[in-house]
């Protein structure tokens, strides 16, 4: 991905950094417009005070790891010139206060930010950087500013913090802010007159703000808003997200739902309960049953049918339609939307889709041409053509639609995911790579919709390309969902997370410690799954002279490839950069393609499946290869492997396993076995012609079979787990997130947390107080408590417990492991816990408020940080990171405490 920079063309066009709008700065001694407008009554100072800087590791910020929490907490620090503090980074390892002046700028009287530029030049940065690498430009501070409320009453402002982390306003903390820069949900202020205080935390991050120099460039943005319900998400015209339209005006629209963003600026409650069709013979319906509650401050996706007749025009009305908490008046809220119509159907459009967590999101889809050169008397179908997009790029634009146009008479469906937000949620893998199969999974609707006489489509069938931090994602999706990959092309694109900026400058920690968060990072590292990719042609191309993603690391997974028993087709083009003109239509990336579409070539099995030798490698949200797929494994944050090789003298099907709890086999894989052996025990293969396969888990007694068309792994083992992986499993949601806040005064954190899921992943979330509705909803569930306030804990798969008192972990083997409020001040924690049908709750956690606000920044957010399956801490993570946990680790199979974790005593 181009995550040195915050946006970048996809697969060609020029890097750039926008994280304001141009800005002028103000003058000191009077209140003369700079436009020529009257100045808002609330605006920013110009002067901040700025302490810094200390170092910060990749990714790190999550864990706290700030070393002013050493002095109490800049909030807590008041300017002092003469003061001095310690820091690994500048001259003599002082650093000291000093004072920045802020470009300022305005809107007439709606609008107000304050754009800030900090840079060390002092700091000999790049010989840091030819020592330690990118990581060495990562760096953080504090600044502190204010804002000026002149008016005599509490007006509503909105706060936009593209580029920050965490902040102050006044004395209420901020986690979360809008480090991308999506402006999707920004913090809903009631600001009296007077001077209020704004401390924000300066973190800079390689991915996200380059890696040529080391300044950090940040803006606040303040903007009046309504006391009422209000459309935010400005991608979209008039904040509505809607398909395109096919065959001409009057064509049909190619996907059946839309949805706008709102947020509740009122200070009560609004439940949105319908919408309405207003013109155009539109047939609008909300996709939820129920109403759809907002609390104060908070910002949710309204996801709604659409049934429509296009007239001239093409414009959709309609009205949505809410109350206020406590009363049965009715509001409505006008929407207005102009599908962008194509007269060819052939024509790149885009199309809607209920995509993870039941949001609408959105592609772009090119059907096959009519020149496309398809073979139509193997009556089979196309294949999907998938093109993962890089960081910060939107695919619906025109240079995205006009991708493959150089390519335009391949026999397959050109597919272009948003993966919900412009960084694809969290880098193509569980948030990124739901929304792609449900992309997958919408183009038969679209056959349907627009009445297509063209070719079918396989879903099954899997090309999948990338660019940049899609080319990354490239290798995630060919290592693990490899059954569908049938050739793969990755340009440009980083090995893994942790091999792209190093995490070197993390605050040092016990091993035991690092060890569980790169165990959680486990299904990132591509350069360990290699194995997986074997019998798929591989495609890689990278230019020579690239600065964003350094071309050694398509040299390494070209020679790691090699070296795990497969291999690629490996192009370097000398000269060329990250991006460059007609970098899509190469001679060897053309003939790649084009060789790897022919159906006869796709079709053409050289060794049936269940006669090839393979070694499958499981790290995280592995699915089948060759129709094996492990289900779960012996010890979580470890790699598990499964060998398999078949005698052709006995015709006996060998599996070797390494750290492998279960595994099934698809029906028919495998008939030509006259013997199976797993582990050398000698299975029974009766059955592996049933619709369901056949599956096969360990015992004390060895290994065991079952049918699993008739009896499932969590019917036999009620309490087995099926997903692998860290807290992030908590994405996988089938529904809208509940947020379930069980404490008194706990409403700031959910609200905190809904924002957060709303800003990074596009999510929607119900913030309630039922628990027991919520854990009749259909999504995961976030539990928010303090002290003893937490229900249900005494089940037979839990094994931490909370009280007022602190905090015990069952290790099993009749170890237990407590920390006590008497003995560790501000005990947080923050781990997963089952729920029925395979849904998932993760209980957020504190001694009391000021401890919760440490778990709560542990919630999944950023790619890279290594949240394992729990973390137990207490105040000293704040300024210690890592090293100020207590306790984290793993759940196994059986949602016991792994054996693999750390335990401090």
């Known amino acids: 991905m181009a995550n040195a920079l915050a946006f970048f063309w996809f697969f060609f066009g020029l890097l750039s950094i926008r994280l304001t709008d141009a800005a002028q700065p103000r003058p000191d001694n009077q209140e003369e417009a700079l436009l020529d407008q009257p100045s808002p009554d609330f605006t920013f100072s110009q002067e901040w005070q700025i302490l810094g800087p200390f170092e910060i590791g990749t990714r790190e910020v999550t864990w706290g790891a700030d070393p002013l929490e050493f002095?109490?907490?800049?909030?807590?620090?008041?300017?002092?010139?003469?003061?001095?503090?310690?820091?690994?980074?500048?001259?003599?390892?002082?650093?000291?206060?000093?004072?920045?002046?802020?470009?300022?700028?305005?809107?007439?009287?709606?609008?107000?930010?304050?754009?800030?530029?900090?840079?060390?030049?002092?700091?000999?940065?790049?010989?840091?950087?030819?020592?330690?690498?990118?990581?060495?430009?990562?760096?953080?501070?504090?600044?502190?500013?204010?804002?000026?409320?002149?008016?005599?009453?509490?007006?509503?402002?909105?706060?936009?913090?593209?580029?920050?982390?965490?902040?102050?306003?006044?004395?209420?903390?901020?986690?979360?802010?809008?480090?991308?820069?999506?402006?999707?949900?920004?913090?809903?202020?009631?600001?009296?007159?007077?001077?209020?205080?704004?401390?924000?935390?300066?973190?800079?991050?390689?991915?996200?703000?380059?890696?040529?120099?080391?300044?950090?460039?940040?803006?606040?943005?303040?903007?009046?808003?309504?006391?009422?319900?209000?459309?935010?998400?400005?991608?979209?015209?008039?904040?509505?997200?809607?398909?395109?339209?096919?065959?001409?005006?009057?064509?049909?629209?190619?996907?059946?739902?839309?949805?706008?963003?709102?947020?509740?600026?009122?200070?009560?409650?609004?439940?949105?309960?319908?919408?309405?069709?207003?013109?155009?013979?539109?047939?609008?319906?909300?996709?939820?049953?129920?109403?759809?509650?907002?609390?104060?401050?908070?910002?949710?996706?309204?996801?709604?049918?659409?049934?429509?007749?296009?007239?001239?025009?093409?414009?959709?009305?309609?009205?949505?339609?809410?109350?206020?908490?406590?009363?049965?008046?009715?509001?409505?809220?006008?929407?207005?939307?102009?599908?962008?119509?194509?007269?060819?159907?052939?024509?790149?459009?885009?199309?809607?889709?209920?995509?993870?967590?039941?949001?609408?999101?959105?592609?772009?889809?090119?059907?096959?041409?009519?020149?496309?050169?398809?073979?139509?008397?193997?009556?089979?179908?196309?294949?999907?053509?998938?093109?993962?997009?890089?960081?910060?790029?939107?695919?619906?634009?025109?240079?995205?639609?006009?991708?493959?146009?150089?390519?335009?008479?391949?026999?397959?469906?050109?597919?272009?995911?948003?993966?919900?937000?412009?960084?694809?949620?969290?880098?193509?893998?569980?948030?990124?790579?739901?929304?792609?199969?449900?992309?997958?999974?919408?183009?038969?609707?679209?056959?349907?919709?627009?009445?297509?006489?063209?070719?079918?489509?396989?879903?099954?069938?899997?090309?999948?390309?990338?660019?940049?931090?899609?080319?990354?994602?490239?290798?995630?999706?060919?290592?693990?969902?490899?059954?569908?990959?049938?050739?793969?092309?990755?340009?440009?694109?980083?090995?893994?997370?942790?091999?792209?900026?190093?995490?070197?400058?993390?605050?040092?920690?016990?091993?035991?410690?690092?060890?569980?968060?790169?165990?959680?990072l486990l299904s990132y590292r591509h350069e360990l799954l290699l194995e997986n990719a074997k019998d798929i042609p591989v495609f890689q191309q990278h230019g020579n002279l690239d600065d964003n993603v350094p071309v050694y690391h398509s040299r390494l997974l070209a020679q790691r490839i090699q070296q795990a028993g497969t291999d690629s087709t490996y192009f370097e083009v000398p000269g060329m950069g990250h991006v460059w003109d007609g970098m899509m239509a190469t001679e060897p990336m053309s003939r790649f393609f084009n060789e790897q579409l022919e159906v006869r070539n796709v079709w053409q099995a050289q060794v049936p499946l269940n006669l090839r030798d393979f070694t499958m490698v499981v790290a995280g949200d592995m699915e089948s290869k060759n129709g094996v797929k492990v289900d779960s494994t012996m010890v979580p944050g470890k790699l598990a492997k499964l060998h398999f090789l078949f005698d052709p003298f006995t015709l006996t099907c060998v599996f070797d396993t390494i750290n492998v709890l279960s595994f099934r086999i698809g029906p028919n894989f495998y008939d030509d076995c006259q013997d199976l052996l797993v582990d050398g025990q000698s299975m029974l293969v009766a059955r592996t012609t049933s619709q369901g396969g056949m599956g096969f888990v360990r015992s004390q007694d060895g290994w065991r079979s079952l049918d699993t068309s008739t009896e499932s792994e969590r019917e036999q083992d009620g309490n087995i787990r099926h997903s692998i992986g860290g807290m992030n499993a908590i994405l996988r949601s089938k529904g809208a997130f509940s947020i379930v806040h069980h404490s008194p005064n706990t409403g700031a954190v959910a609200l905190q947390i809904s924002r957060n899921l709303c800003q990074y992943y596009g999510a929607d979330t119900d913030i309630t107080k039922d628990y027991s509705a919520a854990l009749n909803a259909s999504g995961n569930i976030f539990s928010i408590a303090i002290s003893d306030d937490l229900p249900d804990q005494n089940t037979r798969h839990h094994h931490i417990f909370v009280n007022d008192d602190g905090v015990t972990v069952d290790a099993g083997d009749q170890r237990i492991y407590g920390w006590s409020r008497r003995h560790h001040r501000g005990l947080a924690a923050i781990y997963l816990r089952p729920l029925p049908d395979q849904r998932l709750e993760l209980v957020v956690w504190g001694i009391d408020a000021e401890a919760l606000k440490t778990a709560a920044r542990l919630v999944p957010m950023l790619t890279g940080s290594g949240q394992p399956d729990f973390v137990v801490a207490d105040e000293t993570m704040l300024s210690k990171g890592l090293e100020g946990t207590l306790a984290l680790g793993f759940f196994d199979s059986y949602w016991e405490v792994s054996q693999n974790s750390y335990l401090a005593v």
């Open 71 to 520: 002095y109490g907490g800049f909030h807590s620090l008041k300017y002092d010139p003469n003061a001095t503090f310690r820091s690994s980074l500048v001259f003599n390892a002082r650093t000291t206060w000093s004072k920045h002046d802020a470009k300022l700028s305005y809107k007439s009287n709606q609008a107000s930010s304050a754009e800030l530029d900090v840079a060390y030049p002092d700091i000999d940065w790049q010989w840091l950087r030819s020592t330690y690498g990118w990581a060495a430009l990562q760096w953080q501070a504090w600044a502190r500013g204010e804002i000026y409320v002149e008016h005599d009453f509490v007006d509503v402002l909105t706060l936009d913090t593209p580029g920050l982390l965490e902040y102050w306003i006044d004395d209420q903390h901020y986690f979360g802010g809008d480090f991308y820069g999506y402006r999707t949900a920004p913090v809903t202020l009631h600001l009296s007159q007077g001077v209020h205080r704004v401390d924000v935390r300066l973190v800079r991050d390689v991915r996200a703000m380059g890696g040529l120099d080391a300044y950090i460039k940040i803006s606040l943005k303040l903007k009046r808003s309504t006391r009422g319900l209000v459309r935010t998400n400005p991608k979209f015209d008039e904040g509505v997200l809607i398909s395109d339209a096919v065959g001409g005006d009057y064509g049909p629209l190619t996907g059946r739902y839309a949805s706008v963003m709102v947020r509740n600026d009122a200070g009560h409650d609004i439940s949105v309960i319908g919408i309405d069709g207003m013109r155009n013979k539109c047939v609008l319906g909300l996709v939820s049953e129920g109403p759809i509650k907002l609390v104060p401050g908070q910002t949710r996706p309204i996801a709604f049918g659409v049934g429509c007749t296009l007239t001239y025009d093409r414009r959709i009305e309609g009205e949505l339609v809410y109350r206020y908490e406590g009363t049965s008046l009715e509001h409505t809220m006008h929407l207005g939307a102009w599908p962008d119509a194509h007269k060819s159907i052939y024509e790149p459009h885009k199309i809607t889709y209920l995509g993870p967590g039941g949001v609408v999101s959105y592609g772009i889809l090119r059907a096959p041409s009519l020149d496309a050169q398809c073979d139509q008397s193997s009556n089979q179908s196309a294949p999907v053509l998938i093109a993962l997009h890089g960081a910060g790029v939107d695919v619906d634009s025109d240079v995205v639609r006009s991708t493959f146009d150089d390519l335009a008479d391949l026999c397959a469906w050109v597919l272009i995911p948003s993966g919900v937000t412009t960084w694809s949620g969290d880098d193509w893998h569980v948030w990124g790579l739901a929304d792609v199969e449900a992309a997958v999974a919408a183009i038969p609707q679209w056959i349907e919709a627009v009445e297509w006489t063209g070719p079918g489509v396989d879903v099954e069938r899997w090309f999948v390309s990338g660019h940049s931090n899609g080319g990354q994602g490239v290798w995630h999706v060919l290592t693990h969902r490899p059954d569908k990959v049938i050739a793969a092309a990755a340009l440009s694109g980083y090995s893994s997370i942790q091999n792209y900026v190093p995490y070197s400058f993390w605050h040092t920690s016990d091993p035991g410690r690092e060890a569980v968060v790169q165990s959680a």
